[in-house]
């Protein structure tokens, strides 16, 4: 098992920036690539970012590449999502997730075996 808590969210104008955390505990957090994914009212949940185990790897949907940036510490067992130039369309709940399959789909949802409870980021045009 492991359990994620995620911080950080809150109300933004846009153009804004906001970072969010996640804390990781139980299982060795640096065993598993992680991922950031979000879901807005009325729409399905969907990827935003994930990297690899080592935290070289980066992957993002098209949408906020070149605004958003993951990262993790695995020393401090946290993962992060900094989130700048944030737009209207990016109001979501975010939840961070442990990839428990392997391979370089960080896309579909069902490769995450463990969620947290998410964390409301809302932009305001």
């Known amino acids: 098992q492991v359990q994620l808590v995620e911080s950080g969210g809150g109300l933004v104008q846009a153009g804004g920036s906001l970072r969010l955390s996640c804390a990781a505990s139980?299982?060795?957090?640096?065993?598993?690539?992680m991922g950031w994914l979000r879901q807005a009212p009325g729409k399905e949940r969907e990827f935003v970012a994930g990297v690899s185990l080592s935290g070289f790897t980066t992957y993002y949907v098209g949408s906020v590449k070149g605004r958003f940036s993951i990262s993790r510490d695995n020393a401090k067992n946290t993962l992060y999502l900094e989130m700048n130039t944030l737009k209207p369309e990016d109001t979501a709940v975010y939840y961070c997730?442990?990839?428990?399959?392997?391979?370089?789909?960080?896309?579909?949802?069902?490769?995450?075996?463990?969620w947290g409870q998410g964390t409301q980021v809302t932009v305001s045009s």
């Open positions: 139980g299982r060795t957090f640096n065993n598993y690539a």
């Open positions: 997730a442990v990839k428990t399959d392997y391979g370089d789909d960080y896309e579909h949802i069902w490769r995450y075996g463990y």
